[in-house]
């Protein structure tokens, strides 16, 4: 997984203008369901994946002034992420589904869905699972 997460993501961060954007898919299907952002042009990033009755659970970081969303690698690099989807494991931008990005998040904002379906199925079906807003204590 490359969003880092915890004390170790906040230290990454830098200079403090980035909020921690949680993350979490919950697979509500019979099949195994992978994540992944786009990055550039060309790229995308593996987000995680998740079993059936598991879910996919990462960081993202978000800069409220400009609405940039990045994922930070292991370096410490931060990464634009153009996009973020889910579908089936072994196909996923075929089944994509296309994630809603938080472009200009506050702390405690949270992704929260929950997805089944994907690979014969067609699409991967995710609705969002309202959450109580954080406040950023």
Do not use: K
Request: aromatic content about 4%; overall charge negative.
């Amino acid at each position: 997984m490359l969003a880092l997460t915890g004390t170790a993501a906040a230290a990454e961060t830098g200079d403090g203008r980035l909020v921690a954007v949680p993350l979490t898919v919950v697979n509500d299907g019979a099949e195994a369901i992978g994540c992944r952002a786009a990055i550039a042009h060309w790229f995308s990033a593996e987000v995680g994946t998740a079993s059936a009755g598991s879910a996919v659970e990462a960081t993202l970081w978000a800069e409220p002034e400009s609405g940039t969303v990045f994922l930070i690698n292991r370096a410490g690099d931060r990464m634009p992420v153009e996009s973020l989807w889910c579908g089936a494991a072994d196909a996923t931008w075929r089944t994509r589904s296309l994630i809603p990005l938080p472009r200009h998040a506050a702390d405690g904002d949270a992704i929260s869905l929950t997805c089944r379906g994907g690979a014969d199925d067609g699409p991967l079906a995710c609705r969002q699972v309202r959450q109580a807003q954080g406040g950023g204590g």
